[in-house]
């Protein structure tokens, strides 16, 4: 199955590794409680290697907005004074976009379900509480239009439209498999329009299956950009995943507001094409108010919403040379370009807009028809047949199950990861076990000289 930008979607599309989450503003003001939330001080949270808590900030108006770092660090607002993304739809295949968040207003342009299990418009969030929340997050950070000049969550392409397509992960699976909703979703998106499809999603595997062949062609010969999440380490996502590995892809991983990469909030892998974002992210919710989150499932829109102001600044560019754009004028990060860690480095939206970048004749993040002549052509008919619309892969044996990146619960972001502890604070406390032995044994060698001495 497919996992979600931040963390991926066992057991459905979602995926939950990486994304942290904590709620910044209720929903509603109709308590004495939910008022105090509101007018109550906001702890960020900063993400190393083991979470550091700083001094909570007064809450006022445009508190959301302020959290808002990458749109200055990462080029945004530079580049809105060329074009902020009008004229280009992007494809939100998630859980469910909340058209009605006013975040949101006038962003939604259009919708489908190809769950089963959806609304008709894809703007019911599906699954639990944590995924029915992820595709109204990732949207947010992608097309929102705030609730002012100086408030709400302002998305990388505040005037792109949205298309909400709904998918079902998870205990949320209906009657439609999961790897041929991903399949189903591509199509919509492609014929209602779509010249960016962002996917924050993973299946947790490197391959993928023969659906998705055909699938991901039909969005590349129709000139569409698909832009997907790396997926989280803290998910269990070591390595990036499907679609993160179809050539052609544009692969986002995840960094921290140093721009280093993120610890848990990321993955590595050869297919990764650019950086961004992936730690201390906000997010509108559904119903109303606001969440602080982690995962490459926001470091994706981000980028996806890049490529709308490329498109929108450029329509005579094809999706080869929109991505050429994304990767080149990325600032480079230390190391190898490419890396598996940063890719071409962090993204810079400014300079995507206006640098002048060669044109390529082929997709810089390679070609999936050549992959497929090579790799498919030893399967058996069996093997490279589609499954069947309406199969449920939780019945079918099947490697693994899409889920939606996962944002991490902002409680655990307090507490380091057993892969943090094992990483780097068991081998410290080892070392500092040693050099403490050492310091002590060299001062009782000094104390036994200093008496020798005293006696002479």
Request: proline residues 6%; neutral net charge; aromatic residues 6%.
């Amino acid at each position: 199955m497919a996992r979600r930008g931040g963390a991926a979607v066992r057991g459905g599309m979602r995926d939950r590794g990486a994304e942290r989450v904590r709620r910044l503003v209720g929903a509603r003001r109709t308590s004495g409680t939910r008022l105090a939330r509101l007018t109550a001080s906001l702890a960020i949270v900063a993400v190393a290697l083991a979470g550091a808590v700083v001094p909570a900030t007064a809450a006022h108006a445009d508190q959301v907005r302020d959290l808002e770092y990458w749109l200055n660090d990462y080029g945004f607002s530079q580049a809105w004074a060329t074009t902020r993304g009008a004229g280009v739809t992007v494809a939100v295949i998630d859980t469910g976009v909340d058209g009605s968040v006013p975040d949101l207003a006038g962003a939604i342009v259009g919708g489908t379900d190809v769950s089963g299990v959806g609304s008709a418009n894809g703007e019911k969030p599906l699954g639990d509480a944590e995924s029915a929340n992820h595709g109204t997050w990732v949207a947010s950070l992608l097309a929102g239009r705030g609730t002012g000049p100086d408030s709400g969550v302002l998305g990388a392409a505040p005037e792109a439209g949205v298309l909400a397509v709904s998918v079902a992960l998870g205990k949320a699976l209906g009657p439609v498999g999961s790897d041929e909703q991903i399949a189903q979703a591509v199509h919509w998106a492609v014929d209602n329009g779509a010249k960016v499809i962002n996917m924050s999603l993973t299946r947790n595997t490197l391959d993928w299956p023969p659906s998705w062949d055909e699938a991901f062609q039909y969005a590349f010969a129709h000139d569409v950009v698909i832009v997907a999440a790396a997926g989280n380490r803290g998910s269990g996502t070591s390595e990036v995943g499907a679609p993160a590995t179809i050539p052609g892809v544009l692969t986002v991983a995840g960094v921290d507001r140093a721009g280093r990469a993120s610890f848990d909030a990321s993955a590595q892998g050869i297919t990764i094409g650019v950086s961004a974002p992936s730690e201390q992210l906000v997010g509108a919710n559904p119903g109303g108010g606001y969440v602080q989150w982690a995962g490459t499932s926001g470091a994706a829109p981000l980028v996806a919403g890049a490529v709308a102001l490329v498109r929108a600044a450029h329509p005579e560019l094809n999706a080869a040379d929109v991505i050429e754009r994304i990767i080149r004028t990325a600032r480079p990060a230390g190391g190898a370009v490419p890396s598996p860690i940063y890719g071409y480095g962090l993204l810079d939206a400014a300079a995507a807009v206006t640098a002048t970048v060669p044109h390529v004749t082929a997709n810089p993040m390679g070609d999936l028809a050549d992959w497929i002549r090579i790799h498919r052509r030893a399967q058996s008919p069996s093997a490279t047949a589609p499954p069947a619309a309406g199969g449920d892969v939780r019945a079918a044996p099947v490697p693994a199950k899409l889920t939606p990146e996962r944002a991490v619960p902002w409680s655990q972001m307090f507490w380091p990861q057993w892969s943090v502890l094992t990483a780097f604070w068991l081998p410290f406390a080892l070392i500092a076990g040693f050099l403490v032995l050492v310091a002590l044994g060299g001062t009782g060698a000094w104390l036994h000289f200093r008496r020798m001495r005293s006696r002479e």
